[in-house]
């Protein structure tokens, strides 16, 4: 069980065309980032990309919280099944069910840095 006072990392994964990957990665800036960031609770998020070859991407969404009510404003009573959005369907490959929770235990993160 999680302690609710602990920063809890939420990490979201698909898998894309690569040739989607600008449209794709600008529809979730519009829909799943601008939810995060205006759900209380929510500490920032972030997306990555990766391509894995024969024309596949995996995108990932990590997003920061204060505590679970704050993922469960944002998720629904579920907070553990992913969130879609209408035009997802039109971009990924495959839709998981499910997404992780993981305690944030240690950070040093200064990404402004060079």
């Not at 929510?42 to 995108?59: A, K, P, Y």
Request: proline letters at 4%; charged letters at 30%; a negative charge.
């Amino acid at each position: 069980m999680m302690s609710e006072s602990q920063v809890i990392l939420r990490k979201w994964s698909g898998r894309i065309r690569t040739a989607d990957e600008e449209a794709y990665a600008a529809y979730i800036v519009k829909t799943g980032l601008k939810d995060y960031s205006e759900t209380p609770g929510n500490l920032g998020c972030q997306m990555l990309m990766r391509t894995l070859g024969d024309g596949v991407s995996e995108i990932t969404t990590l997003s920061w919280w204060r505590h679970m009510d704050a993922i469960r404003a944002f998720a629904g009573p579920q907070p553990e099944r992913a969130v879609y959005y209408p035009e997802d369907d039109r971009f990924l490959l495959d839709r998981l069910e499910f997404v992780e929770h993981h305690r944030v235990i240690a950070s040093d993160v200064r990404l402004g840095e060079a």
